[in-house]
């Protein structure tokens, strides 16, 4: 894509976003076509966000981890998209409902990175040793979209696939020994459980997720650094919320 459409892409989807509204219909010309351009326009849409909040990159969220949210979504692998500092929340923390547009929670299981990635291939087994602490996390998501399977892949990545927020849990840095695809996720809505999973619904193992998030980061010219947290996904379906006064727990 050339510079003006990522700009105008980015204008668009950063706009609703703030406005918790829909994306307005984007001229074709202005779509991302390829997995390529759609992070080009995410990037480019992060610079939208960081030059009018003055936010910073807090992590990462990968998407699509799961075999039911894939077939969901329409999509065919995983994806990830930025998080941004404004945007990270903590356990109890009440959030106004006019923010979002259409809310969902998911259950997932998150890191927190400790060391700067290497320039190396990492894989589930070696992908711990940047990693300092597992916490368990709500990601808010939003559907902005009148028909997103129409949009197609390529512009869910541009708008961070389908990411508005995070709230984090307590960290646990004596993880090590605890086997994450073991690990069973709960999503309840006013006390009333309406998702579950486990670790092992994330692309076998969460620490997976990790792995190719950070080769995938090499090849697109980032990294992971120290202090980011990284989603790796939902272990439970997506629960959307339907009512403005909700309150959304997830145990893990």
């Not at 939208?48 to 979504?73: E, H, I, N, P, Q």
């Amino acid at each position: 894509m050339e510079a003006g459409a990522l700009a105008r892409t980015a204008d668009m989807l950063g706009q609703a976003r703030m406005a918790a509204q829909l994306v307005p219909e984007i001229p074709r010309a202005d779509i991302p076509q390829t997995i390529s351009d759609g992070y080009a326009a995410q990037a480019e849409l992060h610079r939208y966000f960081c030059d009018r909040t003055g936010g910073t990159l807090a992590g990462w969220k990968v998407g699509a981890t799961t075999s039911d949210m894939r077939a969901y979504l329409g999509v065919e692998g995983p994806a990830y998209g930025r998080i941004l500092s404004e945007n990270v929340h903590t356990s109890g923390d009440v959030l106004a409902a006019s923010t979002f547009c259409n809310p969902g929670v998911e259950c997932e299981i998150a890191v927190r990175i400790g060391t700067d990635a290497k320039e190396e291939i990492y894989s589930r087994d070696t992908i711990g040793g940047i990693i300092d602490a597992v916490l368990p996390a709500i990601e808010i998501v939003e559907n902005r979209y009148r028909d997103f399977l129409a949009l197609g892949t390529p512009m869910l990545i541009a708008d961070d696939f389908f990411h508005k927020a995070c709230v984090l849990g307590s960290p646990i840095t004596e993880w090590r020994d605890i086997d994450l695809s073991t690990v069973e996720g709960r999503t309840l809505i006013d006390g009333v459980e309406k998702g579950s999973g486990t670790g092992a619904d994330v692309m076998g193992h969460p620490l997976e997720a990790i792995a190719w998030l950070a080769n995938t980061l090499a090849s697109h010219g980032e990294r992971l650094t120290a202090g980011q947290v990284v989603l790796t996904g939902s272990v439970a379906p997506v629960i959307w919320i339907d009512t403005p006064a909700a309150t959304a727990d997830v145990t893990l």
